[in-house]
């Protein structure tokens, strides 16, 4: 522990259950009125750390305290863990073999490790099984026994591990790169990308004929693939190789159950790829199964939360059936209660909701779901914000009496301005049009719904960069809506199908 907010940190990281497992393992080792177990209930009910407020309660020994206190936490948290991580329980299973090995218990010592070495081989853990190798060596030679073809044998079965393991990390290492090269958010044409993807290439990657043969070479394989195919914009290849990772994980539950936060991530990359394609009709049969995955703990169940919310959100706002917005909407609030989600995620998910909300012409309900965004007090996401304020004013014109909105009015542009927003910016061009719009005659209201729809197609034209979140499009459908006499999702529902009718 280097920080003074180490602990706290940490403390907060831990889930309810994870604090109820500590809190009674102090208690049954006998140390119930310790003075650790009383700073970590101390911190534990803090809003805000207040280093100040546990000095005059703990004194001068409060960093020492605190030491102990850390490492206490993280003692109990292996044990937590142990029962339910496969990589936990080997490496108790070869200090447990040490152990006997000392003791001279050999037969009992050689038992162990090949427990141990069975699981290994299950996960398929070439550095577990490196270091199970070398047991299996001090104990031939140790137990006095002619081991000499078993010694072959672990030589043998060491040159495969080290192979497999140079192929994974030869492979992480490509992961990497293509990572770096994708955050550097460059052109596809760009030279450097180009050069890249051209050595890759020479080199004759990917090639399916050669793919690895241990299960998480494979793995590694498929997603540096997808990666490369996402560099070169290929989106059907990035889409074929993201499927490929995640039927990898549907026939390694073990490595699923042990790495899921890896899983979650492999699955949003397929869900990503989809949704770039605009294949969203693939989206529900992914989250039902991410729906139905046995989470072990809090943070795995917030984590199937956060993604299984913003893709079926968005599967619900491009695909717009007509049944199910209100159980996922219920569901999405309760999780939102249950669950820590950062910031900028819990934005996302609010954001989108509205979005949901106002396609389907439930303006009262948008301005309320835009104001837990405006409860969340941030300054991140301005993007989302200017999108959710801009929504807000439609909404408001749709929803509230002409004094009201004349109010939301001011109210918004006050928030643009907080922002500095130029006049000339988007969202301010629509909020005068409303403004405009709301003081209009019936007559007149129809040039000003097209003078909406021109604007936004200048914008897009001209300066489509500036507009926050996919906005024109929503603002498209909606003056289209109204210039027809239809609904937002009649709209949506034409455009979808002249797409489907254009595409060959």
Known sequence: MKSKTDLPELIRAMSKSEKRYFTLDAQK??????RYLELFQAINDMADYDE???RDKFGSNLPSDKAYLYDAILR????YRSSRSYSARIKEMI???????ERGLYDQCEERLAEAKKLALELDDQLALLEINKENRTLAFGARKDYSEKIRQLIYEKDNNIKALTEEFKLLDLGYELLLEWKKNLNPRHPERQKLLADLSAEGFPDDRY???SAYAKRLYFQCAGMYAQLLGNRELTTEYYLKTFNWWEINPKQKNEEFTKYIADVSNLLNAYSIQGKYE???????????EDTQNYHEKAAVFQRSSIYRLMYFINISPLHGVDPVIRKIEKGLGLYQINTPGRLVILFNVAVLLF???RFEEVRLWVKKIRDLKTTLRQDIQKGAQTINLIAGYESLDPEEFDKNIRSTRRFFQKLNLEKSSFEFNIMEHFRKLAGASIYDSKNVMEEIRQLVLSFQQQDKASIPLGLDELILHYVDARQHKGSIIDSLKKQRNAVRNQTP
């Open 29 to 34: 080792s006998g140390r119930q009125n310790s």
């Open 52 to 54: 100040d407020q546990l």
């Open 76 to 79: 109990s948290m292996r044990d």
């Open 95 to 101: 200090l447990d073999a040490k152990y006997l090995y």
């Open 211 to 213: 793919i690895p043969e």
């Open 282 to 292: 693939f989206l529900p049969d992914i989250l039902d199964k991410l729906d139905k």
């Open 359 to 361: 396609i389907n012409e």
